[in-house]
């Protein structure tokens, strides 16, 4: 745990052996953090219902609202992972938010490319399957090395993304299926990896013995990297979809 605690604000905060707990507080469970997993994934549904219903029944309301979604949601989303004690509130915004988002955009591939959706929500179930059963079983672990593998991945896959954004606009340049196949493999390969950490902060929460409110930190954070992996398995399905049609 010493390396979480040397590079992680959270578990330098909240799991550090020094730092004096009240003896009587109630510490974190995996029933707690499956319970408000479920509690999140439910409020992104609820956000893309909802948003769904607005759109059809009064889509210039609707219009305001996705606006507020598309320009909050990213705020949102960085105080409740930064800020621990202010993921239950923040992080409940941004799924309601996010879901709004999430339902619009599952609404555009799904008329696009019929049957998408399914097959993505399906993708993603079985993609957290797999990374769970690696996980418990030992066959992947989350050591520092692993950590530090995932940030140089995560950092030289966004400037790779950049340079070929800042390419395009300069000569012109369209990204066709086969280098936006390739992107869209690298960006699911790095919600992959990231699964892995936040089970491994999950497995660390609970078994350090770390207080009640940091299940939802660990729950936001693994719901965060579920809807994203959607959201990047989505775009991918449907190019297959549509370029197999």
């Given amino acids: 745990m010493n390396y979480f605690r040397s590079h992680n604000p959270v578990y330098k905060r909240a799991l550090n052996k020094s730092e004096s707990f009240d003896a009587t507080y109630e510490a974190a469970t995996y029933g707690g953090v499956a319970r408000k997993a479920l509690y999140y994934i439910a ?39 930064w800020i621990p004690r202010a993921t239950k509130v923040f992080g409940s915004i941004y799924c309601l938010g996010e879901g709004l988002l999430v339902g619009v955009v599952s609404l555009a591939f799904e008329v696009a490319a019929p049957g998408v959706v399914l097959s993505a929500l399906l993708s993603t179930v079985v993609v ?27 950092i030289s896959l966004l400037i790779s993304m950049i340079l070929l954004w ?20 690298l960006m699911i390969f790095l919600c992959t ?25 660990v729950s936001f954070g693994l719901v965060f990297t579920l809807v994203w992996l959607y959201m990047e398995l989505l775009p991918l399905l449907a190019r297959l979809f549509l370029n197999r049609d």
């Fill in 166 to 185: 800042v390419i395009s606009l300069i000569v012109g340049m369209n990204f066709d299926f086969g280098l936006s196949a390739i992107v869209s493999v």
């Fill in 128 to 154: 957290l399957a797999v990374v769970v059963t690696l996980f418990l079983t030992g066959v992947v672990k989350v050591t520092g090395k692993f950590i530090k593998f995932l940030m140089i991945f995560a």
């Fill in 193 to 217: 990896l990231y699964l892995f950490f936040d089970l491994e902060m999950i497995r660390r929460v609970v078994e350090g013995g770390a207080p009640k409110y940091l299940e939802w930190y």
């Fill in 43 to 81: 409020l992104v549904v609820l956000g893309a219902v909802g948003g769904l219903w607005i759109m059809f029944t009064n889509s210039r309301l609707f219009l305001y609202l996705f606006f507020i979604a598309i320009t909050t949601i990213f705020i949102f989303s960085l105080i409740a992972l």
